[in-house]
């Protein structure tokens, strides 16, 4: 499939507004989509937004040309590179082509998980962590996803589970409130990790609010029934981890969004173009930089002063959560976004905050065996997802 322009694209390097370098720390996550079409067509998919899904095919862009700016912009990098799309595994040359030229990079997958048994051994071998998209059970995942695929993902991490070289995180976005603590507590058999992500759509009704407050709840309290391992699902561990020690974060992150995109994630379409943000991408202002054309400003995606994170009681250990929400709400002033996305997901993370503290974690923390604070302090599944819901 052809490459089909979405906006007008400068050819030029936008100047920067300051002296802010594009890749804050010692580490950078390449996220490389290697198509932007799927074989799914789930109701919620983010990518969607203006256009972006279906409307490039493979990647255009050549090797000598991400040589180039590897070479130019991420030398002396600790640098990891997720595979997304789409559907990324429905262009696998591109995958290994990138992990034979790359051989010192870490690789992540994120997918669907449909085609997952068809990739081969020396793919999966070097995956330091799969995140396979999933809503809940298999009623709710059909629901979104198709019939039999809940079935079909679970299959397939049957067959590949010993072949992968990493962890397999579930990432579940939470879509509605009627995804039941049972179904969440499921997937921490199948999977390593259980990620799980608010949903950024009109999902927050009052009764639908108080229903994930009260699955919460019970997840939270099943994860401190646990002294001698970790019950595993990332937001909770994540957030721990920050009241806890809640330097880490600002060691990592720069002192700002657990999400990255202030920092050190790049997405590279595949045309090349490279934005902070996977959901934004059809947002011409957030254009950061262009693989062809070999430049790199920093990321336009940015704490605001518009944004109210630094008033809000939970700041200290989310340090502000989604930039895409917060930006959207609070600096392009889109008020029903606000009113019906954005600040009942801050509400909810409010929520979780006081419930953890509800259970004493620093005590609890305290009370683990070695094995267990380390995996709450070092988890390296933490540089591959948002950590925070």
Not at 37 to 44: A, D, F, M, S
Not at 203 to 226: D, M, N, P, Q, W
Not at 258 to 280: A, E, F, W
Not at 315 to 327: D, E, H, I, Q, V
Request: proline share 6%; with cysteine; aromatic share 10%.
């Amino acid at each position: 499939m052809s490459s089909i322009p979405l906006v007008f694209y400068p050819t030029q390097p936008i100047p920067q507004v300051d002296d802010r370098p594009p890749i804050v720390g010692s580490r950078v996550e390449l996220q490389l989509l290697t198509t932007l079409t799927c074989n799914l067509k789930c109701t919620y998919c983010s990518i969607s937004e203006g256009g972006v899904l279906g409307s490039q095919g493979k990647v255009t862009y050549s090797m000598e040309a991400l040589d180039n700016f590897i070479r130019k912009h991420l030398d002396g990098y600790d640098v990891y590179v997720t595979f997304y799309g789409g559907e990324p595994t429905l262009n696998q040359p591109f995958i290994r082509e990138v992990m034979t030229r790359y051989p010192n990079f870490r690789f992540q997958l994120q997918t669907n998980g449909t085609l997952l048994d068809n990739l081969p051994d020396n793919v999966l071998s070097r995956l330091s962590n799969i995140l396979v998209s999933i809503d809940g059970g298999e009623k709710t995942t059909d629901g979104y996803r198709g019939r039999g695929i809940y079935r079909q993902v679970l299959k397939n991490l049957r067959e590949t589970h010993e072949r992968i070289g990493g962890t397999v995180t579930a990432r579940m976005t939470w879509s509605n409130d009627a995804i039941s603590f049972e179904e969440i507590d499921a997937l921490t058999e199948t999977f390593d990790y259980v990620y799980f992500q608010f949903v950024a759509g009109e999902a927050y009704t009052a009764e639908a609010v108080e229903g994930r407050k009260a699955v919460l709840s019970k997840l939270i309290e099943r994860f401190f029934a646990s002294t001698d391992h970790i019950y595993p699902i990332i937001p909770f561990m994540g957030a721990i981890r920050n009241k806890v020690m809640p330097k880490r974060a600002i060691e990592l992150y720069d002192g700002k969004t657990q999400c990255r995109v202030s920092t050190h994630i790049l997405n590279v379409m595949p045309d090349g173009k490279i934005y902070p943000c996977p959901d934004m991408m059809h947002l011409p202002e957030m254009l950061q930089g262009d693989l062809d054309g070999n430049w790199l400003r920093a990321s336009p995606l940015q704490p605001h002063p518009n944004m109210p994170c630094h008033t809000c009681e939970a700041y200290s250990w989310c340090r502000g959560n989604c930039m895409k929400n917060l930006y959207l709400a609070y600096v392009k002033g889109d008020e029903r976004y606000r009113k019906n996305v954005t600040d009942p997901i801050c509400d909810l993370v409010r929520f979780m905050g006081q419930e953890i503290d509800r259970h004493r974690p620093v005590e609890w923390f305290a009370s683990l065996p070695l094995a267990a604070r380390k995996e709450i302090t070092d988890c390296e599944v933490y540089e591959y997802v948002e950590i925070m819901p």
